[in-house]
């Protein structure tokens, strides 16, 4: 099968090759790829950045979710069958959904929401199990309640005003003013405009913040939240406590601790908590997301899509930080 994979880390770029079609385990599926996004993360684990908490081994091929449509099934998979048309986003130590075919737990997966296209779905499963689990499972966020979402007008930050809103959630965000439009359509109820001002002096009192961006948003994020809330990240520092769920041994959970100790010390001086969030595959999310998608509550927001040939320029397109939405890159039939 084609594949875009890399030999090592800091690879200037992807490269085309010719690479095994995955083995199948018994409880797994084999999916013919449809559609891909591109992710953040991707540039993170080419970079070697997340190495403290990922092993992989080289070649490796990129990606992390997908659309497509299932070839062959184990021998104990019990819910989908051939045929089956299938989003998902595979556990971290099965990336590698930059390629013609994956193999992937059933329990990762989920039918694809009826009312979009292949690259409309391969646009949610990485993103929604992201915002799902920082709203949902992290904050706990009720109806009435106050959060901020950082970077509204990105990938995840699309999706989680969508999410957010379906919660009875109110919504504040930031954004330029090219992302104005796109936001207030997604229901937004306040916007930052982040080149003019600063969400730390225009907000208070809010029971939650998402961040997606890390550094001095982040620092400044614990300034607004009322005591008790709850600041969760996927771009801060992760802490012992990630590092603990992710079973990577003492000495890296050691490290983590110490690197997260400014963050967690800040958070105590607002009396509120700080959570690093490394999403988990959930195929029983990702049903509960396609029923959202299936009745109207979240649109997939795409920006660009590119063919696999071009999956390099879909990447550096992710990395110009210009996107408004998803980037897709779409497979060959």
Known sequence: MKAMVIHQYKDQSLSEEVMPIPNMASDEVRVKIKAVSINPIDTKIKDGELKILLTYQFPLILGNDFSGVITEVG???????????????????????????????????????????????ASLPLVGLT???????????KQGEKVLIQAGAGGVGTFAIQLAKSMGLYVATTASPKGYDLVSGLGADEIINYREQSFWKELSDYDGVFDTLGGENLDHAFEIVKRGGTVTSISGIPTEKTGKEMEIGF???????????????RAKQYGVNYEFLFMKS????????????ENGSIQPIVDKVYDFKDTQSALDYSISGRAKGKIIVKMED
């Open 282 to 293: 959930s195929g029983q999310q990702l049903e509960h997301i396609r029923q959202l998608v």
């Open 131 to 141: 915002a799902y689990q920082a709203l949902n499972d992290v904050m706990q966020l």
């Open 75 to 121: 021998s104990d998979v019990k819910q989908f069958k051939v045929g089956d048309e299938v989003y998902g986003r595979p556990r971290k130590t099965k990336i590698g959904t930059f390629a013609e075919y994956i193999a992937i737990n059933e329990a990762d997966i989920a039918l694809k929401p009826r009312n979009v296209s292949f690259e409309e779905a």
């Open 251 to 265: 000495v890296k959970t050691t490290l983590l601790r110490l690197a997260s100790a400014k963050l967690k010390r």
